[in-house]
């Protein structure tokens, strides 16, 4: 997949593999959405999940960066080599929330991310520490791994098993 280079690109991204996710799982079953391993002993459902817990955490980074705080990323106690420690914690908060309820939040947090994203310039997208709370790198990248790349790596798991 190609990197976003600009505002457009980085929402247009985000809409096309967002709308081939929804595709894709629109197509299974109840049993094939919630019961079936598709990666290790996570199903799409969970995958959803995971998709959802991220863009939570990434609008908890805005909010709080655009504050002029440096939040916790990826979360409190959590650095990046911990993601897989991270990642069975959301797993196990959110196991439980059913399809629909996460479904409907799933579409919430996506269109929250892409409306903070229209609210800003490709300036301050693409600036690379323009913000304290981007560090080293700019905004985008932060967008970018919460929609399109997540939606591409899930869309993956589930062809991968399902074909």
């Known amino acids: 997949m190609a990197r976003p280079m600009n505002k457009?690109?980085?929402?247009s991204f985000a809409q096309n593999e967002?709308?081939?996710l929804m595709d894709l799982i629109s197509k299974l079953n109840e049993k094939q959405r919630d019961s079936e391993y598709i990666f290790d002993n996570?199903?799409?459902k969970d995958i959803v999940a995971h998709l959802y817990?991220?863009?939570l955490l990434e609008l908890n980074w805005y909010k709080e960066g655009m504050k002029g705080n440096k939040p916790d990323i990826p979360a409190k106690g959590y650095?990046?080599?911990?993601?897989?420690?991270?990642?069975?914690?959301l797993y196990q908060e959110y196991k439980n929330i059913k399809w629909k309820e996460?479904?409907?939040k799933f579409k919430i947090s996506h269109n929250s991310l892409l409306k903070i994203i229209e609210s800003h310039t490709n300036d301050e997208l693409y600036?690379?520490?323009k913000y304290i709370w981007t560090g080293s790198t700019d905004m985008a990248v932060y967008f970018r791994s919460a929609l399109s790349s997540h939606?591409?790596?899930?869309?993956?798991?589930?062809?991968k098993h399902f074909k």
Not at 79 to 89: R, V
Not at 151 to 159: E, F, H, R, T
């Open 151 to 159: 939606y591409v790596w899930a869309q993956g798991l589930i062809k």
């Open 102 to 104: 996460l479904f409907d």
């Open 53 to 55: 817990a991220w863009q």
């Open 42 to 44: 996570r199903t799409t």
């Open 18 to 20: 967002y709308t081939k």
């Open 79 to 89: 650095t990046f080599k911990d993601s897989p420690a991270l990642n069975e914690k």
């Open 127 to 129: 600036t690379k520490k």
């Open 8 to 11: 457009e690109q980085l929402i």
